[in-house]
């Protein structure tokens, strides 16, 4: 009787475990697919358009559509950087 209470448990516990790694991958999927800006404008005041080389790396910013409005608003482009909107 014991061996069947504890074969159920551990399949029990088992099958919790993999709907728990099934909702964080969902969770992660979801997170990937959110929309991201023009132009990311970095705590240093950096403008980087999405065909900066530190564009992927910038995660704290403040978003713009335009590389314009990112420099009207006081920001500036990052070194050795060319526009290609122009």
Not at 10 to 25: C, D, E, K, P, R
Not at 29 to 57: F, G, L, W
Request: net charge positive; glycine share 4%.
């Amino acid at each position: 009787m014991w061996t069947f209470i504890k074969s159920c448990l551990i399949t029990f516990v088992s099958i919790i475990g993999l709907i728990a790694l099934l909702m964080i991958s969902v969770s992660s999927v979801e997170a990937n697919e959110t929309v991201q800006p023009n132009v990311k404008m970095s705590k240093s005041e950096i403008c980087h358009a999405v065909d900066s080389s530190y564009y992927k790396r910038t995660k704290a910013f403040t978003a713009y559509e335009s590389l314009d409005e990112c420099l009207v608003d006081g920001g500036r482009l990052p070194k050795n950087y060319k526009r290609k909107d122009v």
